[in-house]
């Protein structure tokens, strides 16, 4: 079974930086998705970013210019850099992943058809 652990979340003023991590194990897949979504209190979870197995990305319009996805595949590590954050980036943050079909493109993969999640971590900004 998938294993996803995130880490390197914490608190940080407006225009501060983190970088998350997202460390997958017993991950095989050939075609893949990988994403973050962030869900904040009250509200739903929602996409922040994802990257599928030929390192294709794309992000939320509210993250453009702001967070970057990338991957280790030699580690099976994601990473999430959080830069000029902003208070209403305040969120848990999780890790999300799933195999892919030949006919599957990752950024039309809802977020209900993620079956392996991890546990979170909080990112805190402050103004």
């Known amino acids: 079974q998938v294993q996803l652990v995130e880490s390197g979340g914490g608190s940080v003023q407006a225009g501060g930086s983190l970088r998350l991590s997202c460390a997958a194990s017993r991950f095989s897949y050939s075609r893949y998705c990988m994403a973050w979504f962030r869900q904040a209190p009250g509200k739903e979870r929602e996409g922040v970013a994802r990257?599928?197995?030929?390192?294709?990305?794309s992000y939320a319009d509210s993250v453009k210019g702001r967070f970057t996805i990338s991957q280790d595949t030699a580690k099976n590590i994601l990473y999430l850099q959080l830069n000029s954050l902003k208070p209403e980036d305040t969120a848990m943050y999780y890790c999300?992943?799933?195999?892919?079909?030949?006919?599957?493109?990752?950024?039309?993969?809802?977020?209900?058809?993620?079956?392996?999640w991890g546990q979170g971590t909080q990112v805190t900004v402050s103004s």
């Open positions: 990257i599928d197995n030929s390192g294709t990305t």
């Open positions: 999300a992943a799933r195999g892919l079909a030949w006919w599957s493109q990752c950024a039309s993969i809802g977020l209900r058809d993620f079956y392996n």
